[in-house]
């Protein structure tokens, strides 16, 4: 008898159909990765599970165990042992470590917390995840990773049996993802049955049992993971072939056209602690610079210092087409032909809730609309181009930031920069968080946009994005370049022992 | 293709439509209630607006201070100190009516830039800084006016608070402003290629609402005794807000800043310029605001402008302003305004008793916002 299923499960919003008959079992200790684009239904799913849309506001059936269940909110899901932890993590970052894991059921004495008994549990926990984390501390002082962790603690606290994880190793190292697969083997062993939503197919191979693919709405198939392909299940995904992502394009290298000589840059909580140690790097006109290097290896802050936009202390030489440049701010940076695309756009991107006209003509609004005055009709006419060029699927140009797609929004953000017409655009995590056939697009695009003579530096987390795009591959390991390789010698292998500093002399000698 | 856009402008009339109606219904209930009928008279509604005009000239201000992300608590007590300010200038100084004026505008500007400079340069929240502002304003204006009132002597500077439009002005004036739409119509109609989509026609049927209010607004105040001077100037100050807003550069800078100040400086915007620029515009208009209610009581108080602040907040919140910043328009201000100086005076001529007064505006404060988050969390 299945752990779960879920049979014919249909959601509809106000003119969508989120879901339309999806059809789902996991087993007692298996490991079912749950696959397909963004917007294919997946998280409307897991919401469904966890009783976020309660019973009522969808149809089919919910068995866990061979008995219907229909959950009137989170609660019950949780008492029926489903656990969810969402891609943004829900802890209280100003609590420990202790607190967040028996948030609202801490142990208490006629109201009066247990603390000694609280951090006990606490501890008796972490230790059977094989996790060394202080109970006591503040959740916000730990890594992303390990809050992670702490996350799935507190899922296991409250006796979860179906646990559900989406995208949990997008911000994490890979010594963490290593961490982090052990402990979720380890449950497996103990009957835990997982559901795991991620992009990232060669993790959803590593670990899986089956496989499923869901594309609008709708079940396209469930595999076993012996039985399939990373390019039969990206197949389904987009519901084409993909023959190959990263399309073999020649870049016509140009002139140096930005030298950045010894960049320092501290923190900006503690201004004694590096984050970049005198790295130096040069890009040429028409070729895609790759910064690869680990999560919190320095390379936003470096790119963050060259733009004038770092907040903390820092230090650099910078040369423009040859000649020295000081770039204070981030409109210097605009005015000397920098575009900086920079990560998470939700937060440092766009304006969610003005219109993908407002968003796109930000930052050259006084090229585009006027010095003082605003010309709506001259914006239109600027924004129309990339509209088409980067083909943004809106309605209108009027249409809301905040009401698009991930990978949508990822090309206004685009679209602004392009429309101050940089000479050299820095794009930090451009693919993060949007499906397949969008970051197929944007690849297009970098190479459309060097093709121009545009300089483009590229920092991504996704190894196979920058060996794929990038012409000359710097690798960064805690704030200190470890290594530089021409595309030719750029190989996983070696990029990532450079990454994790192990191979930093050789890099060199080579 | 213009589905969504059309959702969007339609939403945003919706709001504009709906808040009218809130207005005619509360005018209306007055009217009905009032002893006499009195509400909805010339002589009344000019009173009203003359009322509004202190409230709203602020409110235009504030509205824009609040869509950047800031807030400032300080406005009722510069309202006294900027006041006193030109009293004491003409009345205890000698000096003519026109140095009291700059005097008046240029202090309410420097407070306004310092406690900008302030919350943008030294990083103090700005609800902080003016809630100090709140306390020595108010105590910079009792110890210049040495706990009295300073009376004012000069006829024309009165003029400022109480005079009216000669009649045949008032009929120029609404000439002006129904010329000046019907060409923003036409413009609209021609340049852009249609965008809109409704064509000349369209567009002038559009314009008609606007053009038939401000001829009856006109009609009406000249039934009384012409367009009171204060209204021209809160009118003045009105357009001037919403073409600010709407159509400049720093406007539009406003807006993303109180959207989203980290992708606002990542474009190149200076954000500390702008919201040091723009606490100058609010102490620019408290300055007027200053002398409309210095003029109209004859005389600067020490209390001039107790509480001031808080309608003016409360205008542009019950406009549709959100206090997050990022959204919010003048002309919901400006409306917001008149919604609040109605309910004072409507429950002033009905008789209902101060401390219920001060009850009912407060709930009506708090349900409209609640209304509004309730409409939104549907939409």
Redesign the interface.
Known sequence: MPLLEMHDIQKEFPGVRALDGVTFTLETGEFHALVGENGAGKSTLMKVLSGVYPAGEFDGRIVIDGSDVSFSGIRDSENAGVAIIFQELSLVKELSVGENIFLGRAPSKLGVIDWTELYRQATRLLGELGLSIDPRAKVGSLGIGQQQLVEIAKALSRKARILVLDEPTAALTDAEVETLFSILRDLKARGVGMIYISHRLDEVFRMSDRITVLRDGRTVATHPAAEATKDSIIAEMVGREVKDIFPEAKHELGDVVLRAENVDVYSVDEPDKKIVDGVSFSVRAGEVLGIAGLMGAGRSELLSAI?G?WQGKHSLELELSGSPITIK???D???AGIG?V?EDRK?????????IL?NMT??A??RV??????S??SE?QAAAEPMRSLRIK???V???AG?LSGGNQQKVVLG?WLL?RPKVLFLDEPTRGIDVGAKQEIYNEINKLAATGLAIVLVSSELPEVLGLADRVIVLHEGKKTGEFSKADATATRVMAAATGHAANTAFTK | ?????SI??NRAALRAYAMIGVLAAIWILFHIITPGHTFLTPRNLSNLMTQTAVTGVIAVGMLMVIVSGQIDLSVGSIIGFAGGVSAYVMTEMGFSMTVAIIAAVAMGTAIGLFQGALTAYVNIPSFIVTLGGLLAWRGAAKWLLGGNTIPVSDEIFKGIGNANLPVVYGWIVAGIFAAAILFAAYRRST???G?SGRGLAGELLKAAFPVGAIIAFIAIMNAWQGVPVPVVIFLCVAFLGAFISN???????L??IG??A?????????NRWNVLKVFGVLGALTGVAALIFTARVGSALPDAGTLKELDAIAACVIGGASLVG??GTVFGACLGALIMASLDNGMSLVGVRDFMQDIIKGSILVIAVGLDMMGRKQS
């Open positions: 733009f936009a701010t981030p409109r940076a605009i005015r900086f920079t937060l440092y991107g766009l304006i969610l809730e003005q219109t407002d930000l930052a609004l006084k609309s006027g010095r003082v005055l605003t709506r009709s239109r809106a309605p209108s009027e249409t809301v009401t602004k101050t | 293709m213009s589905d969504s856009k969007l402008t340049l852009t290629g965008e159509s400049t550069v720093f406007g539009r800078y807006y993303a959207g989203n980290d992708a606002a400086r990542l474009s190149g915007i200076n990022g959204r």
